[in-house]
């Protein structure tokens, strides 16, 4: 036990001696190319990012919009979403739903959003939902659905 408490201490410390290395490397190259430096750190330094930069985050802003409506409607999947995450509001799930889908692979999406609606709920929900065959919603099941109808909603909003 102690040993893997040291082996991990010892990685932490790695990681962060790595870290002060890296950052000690780019203020001394700040220092010695001044504005040049940039072109070491970033790949499109003299492009359109700057004026682009308003509309990333009114994309995100329509997408979360989008996800809000979605989640108010009456699409069973949203009712299951809004049931099963009954104590949070539809803009903090709206939220975490969209950083499951920044999530490189769907399978990994899916179980992340099942990791929401899980954590989310209580063990009583959980275990009476299972018992319940009427009233019960399978939560991979759901979570697939709710992947396939965010990638919709996210390719509309783009």
């Given at each position: 036990?102690?040993?893997?408490m ?64 979605f989640?108010?409607?009456?699409d ?83």
């Amino acid at each position: 036990m102690i040993k893997e408490m040291s082996t991990e201490t010892q990685k932490k410390l790695d990681k962060f001696i790595e870290s002060v290395e890296a950052a000690q490397k780019l203020q001394n190259d700040i220092v010695k190319y001044g504005l040049e430096a940039a072109y070491l750190y970033a790949e499109d330094v003299d492009g359109d990012w700057l004026e682009k930069w308003d509309e990333d985050e009114t994309a995100q802003t329509n997408f979360l919009n989008s996800v809000t409506n979605f989640l108010e409607s009456d699409d069973w999947v949203a009712v299951g979403v809004r049931k099963q995450l009954q104590g949070k509001s539809l803009e903090e799930i709206a939220t975490q739903l969209e950083d499951c889908l920044r999530i490189s692979k769907e399978e990994n999406r899916v179980f992340a959003i099942k990791t929401v609606l899980v954590e989310s709920a209580s063990l009583e929900k959980i275990s009476c939902s299972f018992d319940s065959e009427n009233d019960t919603v399978d939560l991979l099941d759901l979570a697939e659905q709710l992947v396939k109808r965010l990638e919709r909603i996210f390719e509309i909003s783009q």
